[in-house]
C-alpha cells in the first residue's frame, strides 16, 4: 500500500461545531505532516509529527488540534474555525523522522476540502 | 532561511514544445530540492529530488532538472509537452539549517494548448 488516504474529502462546518480529519499511511513512514493550502497558492506547513511526537507546530491557532494516535494516524481536529480557515487541507508522510526526514520526499493524501459557513 | 522562487505564475506551451520550469532557491548550506506536481483537486506527487550528487536529475513522466549550485538554480524541463502536462508544478527546498522544513515556491501553472 503505496498511498496516504484522507477521510473525509469534503466538510462543510459551521463556526461553533467540532469536527476532525483523518489521514492514514500504511507505508511504515516515521514523519506525518498537515499542510493547509488557500486556492492558487503553495501549501503552508501546520504541523510535523516525527516518531509519533509533535517536533513543529507553525504557530498554528489552538482551534487546530493535532493528535497522532499511532504511527500509521493523524488527525486534525477543529473547534471554532473562522471562515478565513476555508481551504484543502493536505496530509503527507515521508519514510524517515528526525532530521533525516529533510532528504526524503513526502507523499501527499488527496486532501480534505474544508468550508467554514 | 531558505526559501525558493520560481519565475513566471503561468507558463504556456504548444503541445509538443518545449517545457522550461524556473527555480532558484536561496539556502546557506548545501541545499535538498525537490520538484512536486498537483493536477486539479488533488494532493502533490514528487516529480523528481536532488540530495546529492549527479546535477542532471532525471523524474518520472520524462521530466528532468539540473542543479546548478554557481546560479543557485533548479530548473524543470521536459523536451516536448503532453496536454496531460497540464497542472501545477511547485518546486521546493529544506536543508539542515532550516531544520528540514520543506519550503515551496509559489507555484507555475502550466498550460498546453493543443
Known amino acids: 500500500d503505496t498511498e496516504v488516504t484522507q477521510t473525509p474529502k469534503h466538510l462543510v462546518m459551521g463556526m461553533t461545531n467540532k469536527k476532525s480529519l483523518k489521514c492514514e499511511q500504511h507505508?511504515?513512514?516515521?514523519?506525518m505532516y498537515w499542510y493547509k493550502q488557500k486556492a492558487k497558492k503553495p501549501p503552508e506547513l501546520m504541523f510535523v509529527y516525527s516518531y509519533e511526537k509533535l517536533s513543529i507546530n507553525e504557530s498554528v491557532p489552538s482551534r487546530f488540534s493535532p493528535e497522532c494516535p499511532n504511527s500509521s494516524l493523524l488527525n486534525l481536529h477543529l473547534h471554532a474555525l473562522q471562515p478565513e480557515d476555508s481551504a484543502l487541507y493536505l496530509c503527507?508522510?515521508?519514510?524517515?523522522?528526525?532530521?533525516?526526514?529533510?532528504?526524503?520526499?513526502?507523499?501527499f493524501g488527496p486532501g480534505t476540502r474544508l468550508t467554514v459557513l | 532561511a531558505q526559501s525558493v522562487t520560481q519565475l513566471g505564475s503561468h507558463v504556456s506551451v504548444s503541445e509538443g514544445a518545449l517545457v522550461l520550469l524556473r527555480c532558484n532557491y536561496s539556502?546557506?548550506?548545501?541545499?535538498?530540492l525537490f520538484w512536486y506536481v498537483q493536477y486539479p483537486n488533488q494532493g502533490l506527487q514528487l516529480l523528481l529530488k536532488y540530495t546529492t550528487g549527479a546535477t542532471l536529475v532525471k523524474g518520472i513522466n520524462g521530466f528532468e532538472a539540473e542543479f546548478k549550485k554557481s546560479e543557485t538554480s533548479f530548473h524543470l524541463t521536459k523536451p516536448s509537452a503532453h496536454m496531460s502536462d497540464a497542472a501545477e508544478y511547485f518546486c521546493?527546498?529544506?536543508?539542515?539549517?532550516?531544520?528540514?522544513?520543506?519550503?515551496f515556491g509559489a507555484g507555475t501553472r502550466l498550460f498546453v494548448k493543443a
Open positions: 507505508m511504515g513512514h516515521r514523519a
Open positions: 503527507a508522510s515521508s519514510p524517515r523522522g528526525g532530521t533525516s526526514g529533510g532528504y526524503d520526499e513526502q507523499f
Open positions: 539556502s546557506s548550506v548545501p541545499p535538498y
Open positions: 521546493a527546498v529544506s536543508d539542515r539549517a532550516g531544520g528540514f522544513k520543506t519550503i
